[in-house]
């Protein structure tokens, strides 16, 4: 940590000095919020940046920071004249600065409008990512967003997450925004990677106007996009807008990781889901979040449907607080093992037999679906926190677990309120090997949140004798009162 000479460490006198005078070893200059960042550093940061004297600094980290506009403006005009410079001398890749996070939740449009102003003759410079969460930020900033960045080339990544104001609106101005800047035919945001907007206040139609950013006119994006969009008021309908997104015909989807959770889906949600992968395929989206959504087995099974061949790259799924229950677990369970073993009707390279990661915690899986979710084959990781499976469930488990796993690399299983011996039976079994002829892949087992005694702890050395690799989470020994 750099003092300043007086010795206080709130001031960042220290750093800045590092900036003018290019300090190869600082190319990523955090100002924390306990430092004291003003009006007169920002300016000293701004020139050391638009004189051409720094060469190292790539990323500028300052959040937390109440900054005027003008200040915002000047540095908005500091990375500006650096993307010219640097752009000029075409012998040599451009380098600069490529991300930025800073203002705070003051900052409001007014300050978002000032850095983008600074920022517009230069199409957003050479910035790359872009943090402005929680920022204040209403459809006023945002529409400066799209008017600034929206023909760069070099923005991949940008998050405007927990910014209330947006809303549905503040997306339609993005978009229209961003559609008079770019030229006829050509995709706003051409680089665009990694859109963060959770918590911002959007509802199906502000998803609609989404659409128009992420497809373009043309549907002429070359690559799909992570997508956050949880905590927003999308209901069932959103998911009908998200469809033309993840399911588009003779294309596949748009979107590589859907972040969805806590939208209020329900079961309608992913059943208009289900219904768009099966009509047409969700080529190319890997990660599905639906935690949180109070669908329940009826939505699931529904969506069981659609596994065996309408999302053949799912390489990860979070269905966690969703009231599932034993039949809705079992039911999308057996959809994957149908896909795994071929005994569906579609042809082999149809199925999806990518997934690894599944998160079933607090679903009331009950023990048939904690059953079916063990042995549902080829899982690396497994989730089923808090599920009230108590020590009728670990010992019902255990014979599953005989030995490890032959697939599964983490394994959570805490929050169950398992009794110690259930717990100490559990144990004992990963570790019965039956004279070394099991092969297991688990490296990781959470049973936290379940009893663990003496006796427990006894049954972990044994089992670290035969598995010494294996990391056992688990609470500090209690004994009975």
């Known amino acids: 940590m750099?003092?300043?000479?007086?010795?206080?460490?709130?001031?960042?006198?220290?750093?800045?000095?590092?900036?003018?005078?290019?300090?190869?070893?600082?190319?990523?200059?955090?100002?924390?919020?306990?430092?004291?960042?003003?009006?007169?550093?920002?300016?000293?940061?701004?020139?050391?940046?638009?004189?051409?004297?720094?060469?190292?600094?790539q990323s500028i980290s300052a959040s937390g920071h109440r900054l005027p506009p003008d200040s915002l403006k000047q540095f908005g005009l500091a990375l500006s004249t650096q993307a010219k410079a640097l752009l000029q001398n075409k012998e040599n890749t451009p380098s600069g600065i490529t991300s930025v996070a800073i203002g705070s939740k003051d900052m409001g449009d007014e300050?978002?409008?000032?850095?983008?102003?600074?920022?517009?003759?230069?199409?957003g410079g050479l910035l790359q990512c872009l943090d402005f969460g929680w920022k204040n930020l209403g459809k006023e900033g945002v529409q400066a967003i799209g008017r600034t960045f929206a023909t760069s080339k070099y923005l991949t990544h940008i998050d405007l997450s927990r910014n209330n104001a947006i809303g549905s609106e503040g997306i339609k101005?993005?978009?229209?925004?961003?559609?008079?800047?770019?030229?006829?035919?050509?995709?706003?945001?051409?680089?665009?990677?990694k859109m963060i907007l959770s918590e911002?206040?959007?509802?199906?139609?502000?998803?609609?106007s989404l659409t128009d950013i992420i497809i373009g006119a043309d549907n002429n994006r070359s690559k799909p996009i992570y997508l956050a969009i949880s905590s927003n008021p999308l209901g069932s309908e959103g998911c009908g807008e998200l469809s033309k997104l993840c399911a588009i015909p003779g294309k596949g989807s748009m979107i590589s990781h859907l972040h969805?959770?806590?939208?209020?889906?329900?079961?309608?949600?992913?059943?208009?889901?289900?219904?768009?992968?099966?009509?047409?395929?969700?080529?190319?989206?890997?990660?599905?979040?639906?935690?949180?959504?109070?669908?329940?087995?009826?939505?699931?099974?529904?969506?069981?449907?659609?596994?065996?061949?309408s999302w053949p790259d799912l390489v990860e799924l979070k269905m966690a607080k969703n009231e599932l229950e034993g039949d809705g677990v079992t039911s999308m369970m057996g959809a994957l093992i149908a896909r795994r073993d071929g005994t569906t009707d579609e042809p082999a390279g149809k199925k999806n037999t990518t997934l690894q990661n599944l998160d079933l915690s607090c679903t009331n899986c009950g023990i048939e679906g904690a059953k079916a979710a063990l042995m549902g084959g080829g899982l690396s990781t497994l989730r089923m926190f808090n599920n009230r499976l108590g020590s009728d469930g670990?010992?019902?488990?255990?014979?599953?677990?005989?030995?490890?796993?032959?697939?599964?690399e983490n394994l959570d299983l805490g929050g169950n309120d398992a009794g110690e011996e259930a717990v100490v039976a559990l144990l004992n079994a990963i570790a019965d090997t039956q004279e070394g002829e099991a092969s297991s892949k688990l490296s990781v087992l959470e049973i936290g949140g379940n009893k663990f005694g003496e006796e427990a702890m006894v049954a972990?050395?044994?089992?670290?004798?035969?598995?010494?690799?294996?990391?056992?989470?688990?609470d500090n020994p209690v004994e009975d009162a």
């Not at 978002?112 to 230069?122: H, N, R, T, V």
């Not at 925004?177 to 680089?191: D, H, I, L, R």
Request: hydrophobic share 40%; with cysteine; proline share 3%.
């Open 173 to 193: 101005c993005i978009a229209n925004a961003a559609k008079e800047k770019s030229e006829n035919g050509t995709v706003a945001f051409p680089s665009l990677e």
């Open 2 to 57: 750099a003092w300043e000479k007086g010795g206080s460490i709130r001031s960042c006198d220290a750093l800045l000095k590092r900036v003018e005078d290019n300090d190869p070893k600082l190319t990523e200059l955090v100002i924390l919020p306990m430092k004291t960042f003003g009006m007169a550093d920002m300016e000293r940061l701004s020139n050391a940046i638009a004189s051409g004297g720094n060469t190292n600094l």
């Open 394 to 408: 670990f010992n019902s488990l255990s014979s599953l677990l005989q030995g490890g796993h032959p697939s599964i």
């Open 260 to 309: 969805l959770s806590q939208c209020s889906i329900g079961d309608e949600g992913i059943k208009l889901l289900s219904s768009a992968a099966i009509s047409n395929s969700c080529i190319g989206l890997t990660v599905l979040d639906l935690s949180g959504n109070s669908i329940t087995k009826d939505g699931v099974k529904v969506f069981a449907e659609s596994l065996g061949e």
């Open 460 to 474: 972990l050395n044994e089992l670290k004798q035969v598995w010494p690799l294996l990391d056992v989470a688990h």
């Open 111 to 123: 300050g978002m409008i000032a850095f983008c102003e600074g920022l517009e003759e230069s199409n």
């Open 200 to 208: 911002c206040n959007i509802d199906s139609t502000g998803v609609q």
